[in-house]
């Protein structure tokens, strides 16, 4: 037999970013790169230096005297000042009679250059009345102040009853802090006037559907007026789920009254300001257990600071919940969300989508239990896995049918070699030196959906040109995750030619309308379903055509690695392409795809929210210096599942990317506002992401490649993005035990996060080391 040559890009192959030599040449365009028309005006946003307080009077005539001077929006210039992405009507463009967080956008300023509009900002005279401010979420539940959403509440069983029979029981509380996106390329937005109500934005957003819709709310036009394009974000982290619409808005209605385009670009410090992040929460939870470390209730309230208006807070607060089991079965459980209205830059996405804030307190009750019983937290943590029936509902009543918690467990406690290394931090540490060491296994069940039901949907655009070149079109977005070369993998497998055959274009929702924001870790779940099914409608016309032409069966038609076998001829992909063309076979083709099985009703907390979940597990090894409190990061082991992996090389980066990321947050990332309501964290001087040196020395990534999807994904793959995103807990937990060992780990250090080396100093301390 005759071994046929695969293609070149196919799926399931290790193949690298499709712009990953742009992206390290500078060759590739991002929004700011775009050659600007002769006339391109520039925006800047005056930002409020108040936390709360009612807008008495503003004086703007030296900022409309300043040089270079256009135009200035106020509130009033604004025709619909509203770009809430819930419809809450709580998030205005401009401020209007009152700020409601330090930093707010309040005016904007249109001039001919960037520098100049920045510039004259900075002359605006602005009369404020003071109001009583809370930037905190544990003063603002003292201070009784209001949700910004509903909250939700999960219930499962008789938990006081579970609670008072428990053997055992604690409490406890967590502090988990947010986090700044810190995408290399910030907000950006670059507008240019069409005839008519027309208008053309270029947006660096993961979501261009609900920018065009914003766009088009905000200047009082239907959408069909408004085309979003976005090529690439320079990292969005959900930082640009729903931000973007702002700076969009404010070009689209400067291009539309001058006629000109205009652009604007904020700097890092207002961009950090001005615009929200991860919500930080404060956790309360309950949990009764037994002897051997097996939960038998959970009572647990999160509240988040989610800032001056709803934004996505209420999905988020809802997602914490759905991941405060973890990979435990909880036999009784109560969990509460609190979404806190707080005088702060409204909270948004962030990786994991809140799902870390919750899922981190099912890692801390294993961690506490651990303690209380005197056991390595990995033995409570396999009492407590998801199993068969009996032990696999969850809080919101969803089964778990495909948990492989325990395999990948396993598999990685044999490859760390986390017995033996346990032993010998144990050994280590009781020697009593300076240095201590921890080590810790965490593991991760995320669920995987968008919780908004309707968000599971796709559409994709696919043309052959009668020369056999490809054309790709899909509603998801590049931020660098490779969700691109993914869907062309899938496109360049169902027509098996080699990928470069296949061209990936900008992102447009004049190609693809009423998409989902990338988000949720489902790119590649839905856009690469879509553009399957695109791609199959083309074919199956080419299977027809071929069949009918050459007098064949239909399966006598089979496509091969870059040939066409119809019957006993062979054709090229460009032969068939141009008999097909001749032929006038219609080669382009619209795809769609919707999750199946999934549904969710809020109300009654009930139903099957995810249409699978994602599994990992990672071992952390650490060293505490327990006089300064500073540490280092000294071997980290991944297992994590990818389902059957559409491009291992991808997803191993994403593994990678995330944890790294996910480390930062639980490390050194710290966000601290003044008393004055000002973010004093609003620059890498006074904010640290985790540094290439802060890569730990051994860092052992490993895809499970054994596991395949047992729902019909695309190609049986799962998605990446988020859930690895929580493997780094285990390095909490592993400076928890170092910190632990001062006093003989006796009690659980409850280190709050992040633990910067600060906060790991004050907990030795607390504990009477030295
Ligand atoms: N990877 C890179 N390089 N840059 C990003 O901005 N965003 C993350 C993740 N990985 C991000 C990333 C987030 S928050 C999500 S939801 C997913 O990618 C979105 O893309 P996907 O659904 O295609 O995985
Ligand atoms: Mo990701 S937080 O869902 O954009």
Known sequence: MRMEPAIRGGVHMAQRHDSAHKHVTGEAEYTDDIVEPVGTLHAYLGLSERAHAEIVAMDLEAVRAAPGVVDVFTAADIPHNDVSPVGKNDDPVLAAGKVEFLGQPVFAVIAETRDEARRATKLAKVEYRDLPHVTDVAEAIEAGYPFVTDPLKLERG???AAMAAAPRRLKGRMRVGGQDHFYLEGHIAFALPGEDDEVTVYSSTQH???????VGHVLGVPSNAVTVIVRRMGGGFGGKESQPSLFAAIVALAAKKWGRAVKIRPDRDDDMTATGKRHDFLNEYEVGFDDEGRVLAV???FAARCGFSADLSGAVTDRALFHADNAYYYPAVRLVSKPMKTNTVSNTAFRGFGGPQGLIIGERIMEEIAYALGKDPLEVRRANFYGGPGRDVTPYHQTVTDSIIDKVVDELVASSDYAARRRAVLDW??????????IALSTVKFGISFTATWYNQAGALVHVY???????NHGGTEMGQGLNTKVAQVVADVFQVDLDRVKITATTTAKVPNTSATAASS??????MAAQNAAEQIKDRLVDFAAEQHSVEKDQVVFEPNMIRIGNRRVSFDELIREAYLGRVHLSAAGFYKTPDIHWDRAAGKGRPFYYYAYGAAVSEVSV??????YVVDRVDVLHDVGRSLNPAVDKGQV????????GWLTTEELWWDDKGRLRTHAPSTYKIPLASDRPAIFNVKLADWSVNREATIRRSKAVGEPPFMLPISVLEALSMAVASVADYRECPRLDAPATPERVLAAITRLGGW
């Not at 261009?208 to 914003?214: A, G, L, N, R, T």
């Not at 540490?429 to 921890?438: E, L, P, S």
């Open 208 to 214: 261009p559907s609900e920018v065009q819709h914003m």
């Open 299 to 301: 009572d647990a309230s």
């Open 656 to 663: 990678e990317g995330a944890f790294i990321q996910g480390m």
């Open 429 to 438: 540490n009781a020697k009593g030196g300076v240095i201590r060491k921890g």
């Open 158 to 160: 008789d938990v006081a």
């Open 523 to 528: 790119g590649s779940d839905l856009n690469g």
């Open 466 to 472: 009668n020369d056999g070149s490809i054309h790709l």
């Open 625 to 630: 210096d327990t006089l300064t409190g500073e």
